[in-house]
Each structure stands twice: as structure tokens, then as C-alpha cells.
């Protein structure tokens, strides 16, 4: 196997980032879709594809094209570092709307366990709702 050219390797970049952005998009429609199984597969392969930009980082820092890039590269390289920013403005907003959808989630589970028992459910020392049927009931003094 050959030793890819800097030109071969900036277009595998260019690739990469974009698969990710795509990825980062369906993510986006998961989320809201709420679909547990394809959020999971979402972020193995998003994951995946991290691992593919990383390796191709480093085998590009070892280029000596790097030191005196050609305008046209220059140019490529821009594009590949505006689509990792909407990739990272897209994981941000991703990342919030999954906190939300957890938050939401607690807050139901809290209310199907209040509706079970009112005078069965306790908090912890962090908020969180737990029905307890033996508070108060198995104190011997």
C-alpha cells in the first residue's frame, strides 16, 4: 500500500468533514424525532468519523507542504475549518437539546411516580424523586 500524496490526504479531510457535518444533521433530526436506537448509532459513527479526522490531521502535520501552502490550498484548508465549526455549532445545539430531552424525561418519570403514591414518594439529597414505601415505617426507638 502507498503512502498518500498531501493532495490525496486534504481531499480525505475534506470528505471526512463533510461526512461529519452530514452526520451532525441527522443527529439533529434524531434528537428531535426522539429516536433512541438511531442517537446511539449517531454518535458511534460520528465517533468513527472523529477517529478518521484526527488520523488524517496527524499524517497531514507531517506534509512539508504544509510549511508553504498554495493559495488553492490555503483555500481548501479554510473550507475544511468553517465546516468543522458548523460541525461544532451543530454538536453544541445537539448536545442541548439532549440535556433538555433528559431533563424532561426525569421530570415525567417524576410525575407517573408522584401519581402512584404521593405519600409513597421522597427526594434525595439531589432532587431526585424516589417512591420509598418504608419511610417512617421500620424505626424501632
Do not use: W
Not at 438511531?38 to 488520523?55: F, G, P, S, Y
Request: some cysteine; charged content about 25%.
Amino acid at each position: 500500500m502507498s503512502t498518500p500524496t498531501f493532495e490525496e490526504l486534504l481531499q480525505a479531510q475534506s470528505d471526512n468533514v463533510l461526512e461529519l457535518l452530514e452526520v451532525m444533521e441527522t443527529e439533529t433530526t434524531v434528537i428531535a424525532a426522539r429516536k433512541a436506537t438511531d442517537i446511539e448509532a449517531c454518535a458511534k459513527r460520528k465517533l468513527a468519523t472523529i477517529q478518521r479526522i484526527q488520523l488524517t490531521d496527524a499524517q497531514l502535520a507531517r506534509c512539508s507542504e504544509l510549511a508553504s501552502p498554495s493559495d488553492e490550498v490555503k483555500e481548501q484548508i479554510t473550507k475544511i475549518k468553517q465546516t468543522l465549526e458548523q460541525c461544532h455549532s451543530l454538536n453544541e445545539s445537539n448536545g442541548a437539546a439532549l440535556q433538555r430531552a433528559q431533563l424532561s424525561m426525569h421530570k415525567l418519570r417524576n410525575l407517573f411516580q408522584e401519581a402512584a403514591g404521593k405519600n409513597e414518594l421522597t427526594y434525595d439529597s439531589d432532587g431526585q424523586a424516589s417512591g420509598s414505601r418504608t419511610l417512617g415505617t421500620n424505626i424501632k426507638a
